[in-house]
């Protein structure tokens, strides 16, 4: 069992901050890319930023200079601090990890649950 577990989603005003979290874990040996996709309602699945496991970063356009993406290889986590938050960046954003599992010593692709951040005007 692989399981990613998102946290730090709420609301927030526009203009504000906040910093959601993704942690890898079960039967698992170590965690490659991983990055952060969101969902708005109506739209299709979206790329937000990426992040090698080697600490390079991706991010898409539309939140290069707001948005940091961050790991903690140790801990199988990564880090989404978001500032400057728009109303257009309300979605349900989504952590995916490649993952080596230790059952089969293969690599999967894995999606947490999503966690849910709304920005109000």
């Known amino acids: 069992q692989v399981r990613l577990a998102e946290s730090g989603g709420g609301l927030v005003q526009a203009g504000g901050s906040l910093r959601l979290s993704c942690e890898a874990s079960g039967r698992i040996v170590r965690a490659d890319a991983m990055g952060w996709y969101r969902q708005a309602p109506g739209k299709q699945r979206e790329l937000v930023a990426t992040i090698s496991s080697g600490g390079n970063p991706n991010y898409a356009e539309s939140v290069k200079g707001r948005f940091t993406i961050s790991r903690d290889n140790a801990k199988n986590t990564i880090y989404l601090q978001m500032n400057s938050l728009k109303l257009d960046d309300t979605a349900v954003y989504y952590c995916?990890?490649?993952?080596?599992?230790?059952?089969?010593?293969?690599?999967?692709?894995?999606w947490g649950q999503g966690t849910q951040v709304t920005v109000s005007s």
């Open positions: 995916n990890a490649r993952l080596l599992l230790s059952d089969t010593y293969r690599w999967g692709d894995s």
